[in-house]
């Protein structure tokens, strides 16, 4: 199986900064797209930030300026920086993956447990 595994989370101060780790660990043999969700009380999940494997990314409207979303493919993990942060960012932050399992031919989406960041005003 594929396991995600997210780190980073807390409680923060408006205008902090943390720093989201997600490691994907399993028989995997490839890792296209790497990204991070969050959903906020009473709020749907919405994307955050993407990265591709060419390392091509996108961001959300709200956090453009203020989060950036990288990559290191020696460890199959993705980050994501989070600075000038603003209590509307408090959520809980997912990371997914799409990865082709070892033996297999399919991409599959995998998604971690979450971490939570709250950030007090």
């Known amino acids: 199986q594929v396991q995600l595994v997210e780190s980073g989370g807390g409680l923060v101060q408006a205008g902090g900064s943390l720093r989201l780790s997600c490691t994907a660990s399993g028989r995997i043999l490839s890792i296209n797209s790497m990204a991070w969700y969050r959903q906020g009380p009473g709020k749907q999940r919405e994307l955050v930030a993407a990265?591709?494997?060419?390392?091509?990314?996108n961001y959300a409207d709200s956090v453009k300026g203020r989060f950036a979303i990288s990559r290191d493919n020696a460890k199959n993990t993705v980050y994501l920086q989070m600075n000038n942060l603003k209590p509307e960012d408090t959520a809980v932050y997912y990371c997914t993956i799409k990865a082709i399992k070892l033996l297999s031919r399919y991409e599959a989406d995998y998604w971690g447990q979450g971490t939570q960041v709250t950030v007090s005003s």
């Open positions: 990265i591709a494997s060419g390392e091509n990314t």
